[in-house]
């Protein structure tokens, strides 16, 4: 499999940097919230777990929306946030454009499908949207097949590819509804948007004079020599 390589003078780039503090700043703001959410719960012994979904009840389709910032313990609450982070941060820094689409269509998805079949239960937790997200980062590298995108692939499979194992019924007290709805509008949402957010790939200069007059990221002016046109594209 050929693998492009993403111009450097993009990778390295003030605004790639920028995109990359962004999407953590993002990522953990929404960490925060969640666990405010968990904090407030174990400090008032006010449960909120009511409000979360509730397959096939018109009254649990609140959870479309609190599903994700609910969880029942420090383990479940733990046991999200990682990956949450991880997943979080590479989707908004390599897919900005397409995530400010796909997230929340994984936030609000997972859950409407799971309400749509899963069990007559409670469900709660943001493992839906981890699922969604890390499938969603891992699918996109491979469509993509430039050398960043199909690395951090590599790391989600390494990292978190036994979590493939939470989309099979098995054990009580785990959504795994919510996993596999995840995964699955993830890995939907990957092929929809394939064609999103492709970086700059490093051109040679043999191959220079063939650039596509029609490739997005070619945004030439006559008016500068090559080398100043190269070095002020990403500032």
Known sequence: MHLNVPDPEYTSSPRAQANFLLAVKITVGFLAVIWAVFLFEQLTRISLSQFGLRPRELAGLSGLFTT???HGSLSHIGSNSIPLFVGGVAMLFLYPHSALRALPMIYVG???????FARPSVHIGASGLVYGILAYVFVSGILRRDLRSVGVSLMVWFFYGSMIWGVIPAGRG????LHLSGAVIGCVLAYAFRAWDRPPIKTYEWDEDEDDPDDPFV????SQP???WRADRWR
């Not at 997972?110 to 749509?116: C, H, K, R, T, V």
């Not at 785990?174 to 509804?177: I, P, V």
């Not at 945004?219 to 006559?222: A, K, Q, W």
């Open 219 to 222: 945004e030439r002016d006559p």
């Open 110 to 116: 997972s859950a409407a499908l799971a309400w749509i």
């Open 68 to 70: 994700p910032l609910l």
């Open 174 to 177: 785990m959504s795994w509804e």
């Open 226 to 228: 090559e080398q100043a």
